[in-house]
């Protein structure tokens, strides 16, 4: 088994991006499982699927992973699709399809089978909890809802896209929610995370209390 490092949490705690960081400055392979998921929901919307149609459809969803200079490239039935997963409309269609047992257990393979051999620094919902239990570091990383919302009007403002402070922190609390509630792998703090608050944090802070955290467990 590679050295496995778990990051879970709620969307906008920083997680990819904290993650990103740590696979640089540590040489670690970055697994952005929440990129599968959007890809898996491409997919179904490309196939024009109803949500009772996700578990006959998504067998159909070979989905696959590759790096281009450190980036991480999701293949779907053999298309680069990192330009089609960012939008919203995906983003919608993954939380409504991620739920789904079919989808979940072909990608939680998937990425049990990234960390097998290799040292990856991982994030997402379930990680510590269900895909990497024996993983060596496991965080549990959040910030509350009004930093989260802050994070995300400043990231959408910078790109010029115009959006309202008060409804992204509305749909924030709702999809913490919907992530918090749902039968299957729900989100929430393994047993054995550490809880890391990022909300009075910069960046390298969070990366560097991570690093540590590993070596605790004896990692250079
Ligand atoms: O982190 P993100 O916004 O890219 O994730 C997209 C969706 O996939 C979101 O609805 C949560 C879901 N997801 C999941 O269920 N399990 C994961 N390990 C990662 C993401």
Redesign the pocket.
Known sequence: MGFNIAIDGP?GAG??TIAKKIAAKKGYIYV???????AM?LYLLREKATPDEIDEKCKGADITIGYDNGEQVVYLNGENVNPYIRTEEV?RM??VS??NPRV?KKLVEL?QKLAADADVVM?????GTC?LPDAQVKVYLTADSHERALRRYKELTGKGEACDLSTIEKDIIE?DHQ?MTREI?PLKQAQDAVLIDSSHMSIDEVADAIIALCAECGKK
């Open positions: 969307a997680k990819s952005d499982t929440g990129a599968m998921y959007r929901a983003g993954a939380s991620s739920p979940r990425q994030d997402g919902r379930d990680i895909v999809r992530d792998s």
